[in-house]
C-alpha cells in the first residue's frame, strides 16, 4: 500500500484516474481514444461545458464571471493576470517562492508594491498588520504557499480588486467567489493531473488598461473563444471533470472542507505530541494542504532514518522542500483519513524505537 503525499502532481482520486484511462483507450463509446478526437467534435463540448457547470455549482460562482480552461500553469497566470488588470501600480502580499514569482511578472507593466512580507522568518507565517494601498489597482495573494505550509484560511477584504493564485487549496473550503476580481491556478494538485490552468475571472474589470493585450495573454479572448481559441488540454480537462463529480459526490466544497481539517488535526496533532518532531509555522496559518515539520534539535541526525522508515512503511514524497528541510506532507483533496492515520502511526512507531 503506497500513501502519496507528493506536493505537485499529486494524489487524485483512483476512480478519476481509472476513468481517464478508460477514456484514452475509447472516449464514451466513439471507437476513438480520447486523445485523438477533436476537440471541435460534438463529443468533447459537453465535457467542457459540464466541467464548467461544476465549478459554477461547487464554488457559487455569482453572475458575471467567466470560467476558462486555460494552460501554461500558474507561471503563465503570474504574467497574464498583470497583463489584463496592471494599470498604474499593482500591490503584492509576499508570502514566498511563488508570490515572488508572481510579483515579478508585474514588474514588467510598471510599479509593484510589497504591501507585507515573512521573507526574514522563511514565510513561516502570513503577515496580518498591513495596508493594501487603495490607489493601486490590485492586489494579489497566494492563498497556500505550497512550499513552506501557510495558508490564508478565510476569504479576505480588500479595497481594490483581489486576485488569487489558489493552486494548492483550490475547492479545499467553501469559497465567496465574490470577493475575488481573478482567481487561478494550476489544477495539478487539488483538481486534477498537469496540463490544464483554472481561471476564475470577473468580465467587467476586464479591458480597462487602456493597452492593447497580445492576443492569447487576453482573458477576453478565451471568454469569447469559450476556452477553445485554441486547442486546449482535452485529456487533462476530462480528468478535472471526473474529480469534479467526484468532490460533487462526496458533498462538495464542505465535505473537503471538513476533510482538510480532520487530516489537519490528526497529523498537526500528533507533531505537537510526538518527541521527535516539531512544527515549523505559525500555528494559526498553519496550511491544511501542505503540513511541514521537522526533527527537534535533539534528534536531527536521525532525520534520514525517519525517511528511510517511512518510505519503506509506504509514505511517498514526504521530502521537505530544500529550502525548509524537513517533511512536507501534503494532503490535498483526494488524500483519505487513513493517510494521515498512516502517517501518524509510522511517527509514532518511529517514536518509540527511540
Ligand atoms: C505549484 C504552484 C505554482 C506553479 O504552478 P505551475 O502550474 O507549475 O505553473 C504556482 N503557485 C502555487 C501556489 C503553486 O503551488
Known amino acids: 500500500m503506497k500513501y502519496n503525499f507528493n506536493a505537485g502532481p499529486s494524489i487524485l ?46 464554488a457559487g460562482v455569482p453572475e458575471g464571471y467567466a470560467v476558462l480552461f486555460l ?47 515573512s521573507a526574514e522568518a522563511n514565510y513561516t ?29 478565510k476569504d479576505i477584504d480588500s479595497p481594490v480588486p483581489l486576485i488569487a493564485d489558489m493552486s494548492s487549496d483550490i475547492f479545499s473550503r467553501p469559497l465567496d467567489v465574490s470577493k475575488y476580481a481573478c482567481i487561478y491556478g494550476g489544477a495539478q494538485k487539488n483538481l486534477s493531473m498537469a496540463g490544464v490552468t483554472f481561471v476564475i475571472v470577473k468580465e467587467d474589470l476586464l479591458g480597462r488598461t ?13 471568454i469569447k473563444g469559450g476556452s477553445m481559441f485554441n486547442t486546449p488540454p482535452v485529456v ?14 462526496q458533498g462538495g466544497l464542505k465535505a473537503m472542507d471538513e476533510r482538510a481539517q480532520r487530516r489537519a488535526d490528526i497529523v ?20 491544511r494542504m501542505n503540513i511541514c515539520f521537522v526533527m527537534n534539535e535533539e534528534y536531527k541526525d536521525l532525520e534520514e532514518e525517519f525517511f528511510k522508515f517511512a518510505t519503506e512503511r509506504g509514505m511517498v514524497g514526504i521530502k521537505g522542500h530544500r529550502s525548509v528541510g ?20 509510522c511517527m509514532q512507531d518511529f517514536e518509540k524505537l527511540k
Open 13 to 58: 482520486p483512483r476512480e478519476v484516474i481509472e476513468g481517464t484511462a478508460k477514456a484514452c483507450l475509447e472516449f464514451e463509446g466513439t471507437g476513438l481514444s480520447l486523445m485523438e478526437i477533436s476537440h471541435r467534435a460534438k463529443y468533447f463540448q459537453p465535457v467542457l461545458d459540464e466541467a464548467e457547470a461544476l465549478i459554477r455549482e461547487l
Open 71 to 117: 494552460a501554461g500553469g500558474a507561471s503563465t497566470e503570474f504574467h497574464r493576470v498583470a497583463h489584463n488588470f496592471f494599470c498604474k501600480k499593482a500591490a503584492y502580499l509576499n508570502t514566498g517562492v511563488w508570490a515572488k514569482k508572481a510579483m515579478k511578472e508585474a514588474q514588467w507593466f510598471g510599479e509593484t508594491v510589497e504591501v507585507a512580507s
Open 125 to 153: 507565517y502570513i503577515p496580518k498588520d498591513y495596508v493594501i494601498p487603495t490607489d493601486a489597482d490590485y492586489f494579489h495573494i497566494t492563498t497556500n504557499n505550497t512550499i513552506y505550509g501557510t495558508e490564508i484560511l
Open 210 to 222: 487602456g493597452r492593447e493585450i497580445p492576443t492569447m495573454m487576453d482573458f477576453r479572448t478565451h
Open 236 to 249: 487533462p480537462i476530462y480528468s478535472m471533470l471526473l474529480n469534479l463529480r467526484w468532490i460533487k459526490a
Open 268 to 287: 498537526y496533532g500528533e507533531i505537537d505530541r510526538n518527541k521527535l518532531f516539531h512544527g515549523t509555522t505559525a500555528v494559526e496559518d498553519r496550511s
Open 326 to 345: 524537513g517533511f512536507r506532507a501534503s494532503c490535498y483533496n483526494a488524500q483519505p483519513i487513513e493517510g494521515a492515520e498512516a502517517l501518524v502511526s
